[in-house]
């Protein structure tokens, strides 16, 4: 059984072990969605490192119609936030992109995330900051994350944490409760998570921990989106000559 008190005094632990390695005094710096994921690392970063050393960067796209849910956590948190609209940068790439190159949905679905963590690192590096990864073990698992976008970071601490344990460590932390459960949406194309994955993250955990789904339709989708992006949790591959 997932002992959530044990785990989440590891990785505050694990957290603050990472900043007196790699840079003592330093701000943990994160992007904030109001979603769980940016909720409970915030939260995990605020107890390993005190609010004073915690910033949140708010990055709507023109309007965001939840906002509300992030300047909820920060309030709640207690953290310094600096929100930029990314509308702007955004616009500017897609408008000055070739007029002859067709630009694809995915391009333009993983470009607002793409500009987000650039955001996030330009507010970290003038911080004295270290990026806080927000992403899980569920989510990574089936590559629902933008490579070069919210899938990096300087330190992670819910990588190895499924959806089903994120949401057992945020309660735990006190977190409100419409944060840690809220419905995950991911951003791009306005559908939920689990609508657009096919399956639900309860039974994702569930196979992840134990191997066991009952849906073969379900498990063949689970192992074929796992085999297809390992690559997003690998170190670009790198010619070594033999010299």
């Given at each position: 059984m997932f002992d959530a008190q044990k785990v989440k005094d590891q990785c505050v632990q694990w957290i603050r072990d990472f900043f007196e390695q790699n840079g003592p005094g330093c701000h943990a710096v994160l992007g904030i969605s109001g979603g769980k994921d940016s909720s409970v690392a915030a939260a995990l970063c605020v107890e390993a490192l005190g609010r004073d050393r915690v910033i949140g960067v708010l990055m709507p796209q023109g309007e965001q119609h939840d906002i509300n849910m992030a300047y909820r956590l920060v309030d709640h948190l207690?953290?310094?936030?600096?929100?930029?609209?990314?509308?702007?940068?955004?616009?500017?790439?897609?408008?000055?992109?070739?007029?002859?190159?067709?630009?694809?949905?995915?391009?333009?679905?993983?470009?607002?995330?793409?500009?987000?963590?650039?955001?996030?690192?330009?507010?970290?590096?003038?911080?004295?900051?270290?990026?806080?990864?927000?992403?899980?073990?569920?989510?990574?698992?089936?590559?629902?994350?933008?490579?070069?976008?919210?899938?990096?970071?300087?330190?992670?601490?819910?990588?190895?944490?499924?959806?089903?344990?994120?949401?057992?460590?945020?309660?735990?932390?006190?977190?409100?409760?419409?944060?840690?459960?809220?419905?995950?949406?991911?951003?791009?194309?306005?559908?939920?998570?689990?609508?657009?994955?096919?399956?639900?993250?309860?039974?994702?955990?569930?196979?992840?921990r134990t191997g066991v789904i009952n849906d073969p339709e379900k498990k063949a989708l689970i192992d074929r989106k796992h085999r297809q992006n390992l690559f997003k949790l690998e170190l670009m591959p790198a010619f070594k000559p033999e010299i």
């Open positions: 207690g953290i310094k936030r600096y929100e930029v609209n990314i509308k702007d940068a955004v616009d500017g790439i897609l408008k000055n992109l070739p007029a002859d190159l067709e630009i694809t949905p995915q391009s333009r679905q993983n470009l607002p995330p793409r500009i987000r963590m650039a955001t996030v690192y330009a507010v970290s590096q003038s911080c004295n900051g270290r990026v806080c990864n927000t992403c899980n073990l569920s989510e990574d698992w089936v590559g629902y994350s933008t490579r070069y976008g919210d899938s990096v970071g300087d330190f992670s601490p819910m990588s190895h944490l499924t959806v089903t344990e994120v949401k057992a460590i945020g309660h735990l932390l006190g977190l409100p409760a419409e944060l840690v459960e809220k419905t995950p949406i991911d951003g791009l194309c306005g559908k939920s998570d689990e609508e657009n994955l096919g399956f639900t993250y309860a039974e994702l955990d569930v196979y992840i």
